[in-house]
């Protein structure tokens, strides 16, 4: 039964058992509206208290109904029904209360929560703004200030800051069904409050709504939603209750058939089901419950932090007692930070340093369950340090390698037990980079690449599946990011054009800001590397500028100029005289935004296509969660593959072939071609 009542004395109690998390199906919905009819015709009941069985409150939307027609009874009238019952009703709130559950719980007349509940409108992440009355309901229940930092930011409060801001009325102790029974029995005999659809939203300063539009439009980087949603709070402050909610209601449907929504509800399911991918059904991930990290410096002090998080004890090694300090400091600085940036109290960052052990020795590790090596990426360091784990470490302890390019099958080559190594591509900052690349070798064995799916749940992170190429999925993908970027160097646009139309099409910074952020002497170092194999990368620009020492912020030059103490990027004059050096001969053209967006991602879609059929991606949506989770690429868009299927793949190929007749595009692979005249990528997926 989804709902059932029972009945404490003169308190009824509406269970929600909707399992897993209590989602507001269309029988649940019926089922709502008929309890506050039964309940209303019970003489005997002087209050009701809506509670929900399991791990949360209603957490939302029934995603199995995303993209369907709605049937009836629509959310709105499920809430305004609960807010005009006869009898208060009080929401007993644990979990999470998101979505169409906060709005459920804005119709009844109370709300109590336990301490760990968190209560949000998460709509905008998907594209869409609450549809049933949250933001005609939220200001004026805690104000419009209140109202925009929830619904436009799409983050969720938890239930101490809701009661400071008015949204729950009390924060009970112990269990909480009996502390709302109790609640509801005191309030059972008194006035009940005003019903929030008859109060007014509470006025705001002069110059408040248009402060806060300029605040919201910059933050949403062109999304839609977060700036339509703030229309919305707008009007319920404006006009009177029912016309707020006719226009939220048309704004809510208007936006649910967007190309955005499909994309972000594309992301939506493909990060559900990243964790648990095809081909692993069945395989038994091994218990993790301590983990080592060989190499202290940046990356390894990041991953060495990050599964502390996770509440793993670690054990970091280095090669000398200096270094063993260095890399216990390194960790340290990032709690700091994070204390710094009030993100944890400084009582977390102590027990998490507590947690870590530094040593020179490779003995403790002998009944570690993972070992993560994250030394310099160089193949002899790291089999080095294999071949001094394999004679210290038990046989069936994980080992890792996290490396950006180097191919694990050839660090792993002769390690005794081989079933038991993979690779774990981190992305820096390790502890903030949500993304892993998940690497097998031809010897990984089932259980083994199991334990690094799990241990990415353990750490919040999205994991992939990659195969073993030259920079995996993601670093191969950036590779001809960077060789577009000069391309288009070579062919008349300038650096701070193409990072402007690589931020107008939605990423947090164009391909040469990130570049001098990061460094240009990490990819001259993977240039070297490839052309010590015979490979002949291009970066005729980028190698010019390392030559003369420019390697970007840190160096106060890179692709622009950074005067002393500061890092906003000034286009460069010695710069522009060497692009004008190196294109010469070359014909020139004007480009405009979209142009250049396509020059760089159209070929990027071309590399994935391969990448697809080399069974280096698996699916075309873990090639959309790399991108977006390791290098920006924008959610709204859906990732690099929905963007193509959705614009057509034919147009792709036709753009590609244009570009690639000018020598500024690789022309289309075959396998692009097939999934063009097929009009979908699926032909080429695998299990």
Known sequence: MTVTITHEGVIAVITIDNPPVNALSQALRQALVDAVSTIDADVSVSAAVLRCAGRTFIAGADVSEFGKPPIPPHLPDVVAAVESARKPWVAAIHGSALGGGLEVALGCAYRVAVASASLGLPEVKLGIIPGAGGTVRLPRLIGAAAAVDLVTSGNPLDARKALAFGLVDAIVEGELLSAAIAFAREIAGKSRPQRISERAVPAVEDGFWENVERAVAAKARREIAPCRALACIRKASEVDFSAAMAFERETFLELRGSAQAAALRHVFFAERAASRPPGLAGAVPRDIRSAAVVGGGTMGAGIAAALRDAGLPVVLVERDRATVERGVANIKQIFEASVKRGRISPETSAERMAGVVGTDDYGPLADTDLIIEAVFENLAVKRAVFTRLAKVCRADAVLATNTSYLDPEEISEGLAQPERFLGLHFFSPAHVMKLLEIVPTDKTAPATLATGFALARLLGKIPVRAGICDGFIGNRILKVTR?????????????????????????????????????????????????????????????????????????????????????????????????????????????????????????????????????????????????????????????????????????????????????????????????????????????
């Open 483 to 687: 060789v577009q970027a000069e391309r288009l160097l070579l062919s008349g646009a300038t650096p701070t054009a193409v990072d402007a139309a690589m931020r107008a099409f939605g990423l947090p910074m164009g391909p040469f800001e990130a570049q001098d952020l990061g460094g240009l002497d990490i990819a001259a170092f993977q240039r070297k590397a490839a052309r010590e194999r015979g490979e002949t990368p291009f970066a005729p620009v980028a190698d010019r500028l390392c030559t003369i020492g420019r390697f970007g912020q840190k160096s106060s030059g890179g692709w622009y100029d950074y005067p002393p103490g500061e890092r906003t990027p000034q286009p460069s004059d010695v710069v522009a005289a060497v692009i004008e050096e190196e294109a010469s001969g070359q014909s020139q053209k004007i480009w405009d935004e979209v142009s250049i967006a396509d020059a760089i991602i159209l070929p990027m879609v071309n590399e994935a296509a391969l990448m697809l059929d080399e069974g280096v991606a698996m699916r075309t949506v873990d090639i959309d969660l790399v991108k977006i989770h390791g290098y920006g690429f924008p959610r709204w868009h859906g990732g690099p593959m929905h963007y193509a299927q959705t614009r057509g793949l034919a147009e792709i190929v036709a753009a590609l072939d244009r570009l690639s007749i000018s020598s500024l595009a690789e022309p289309p692979c075959e396998a692009l071609r097939r999934a063009a005249e097929d009009g979908s990528f699926r032909p080429l997926e695998r299990p």
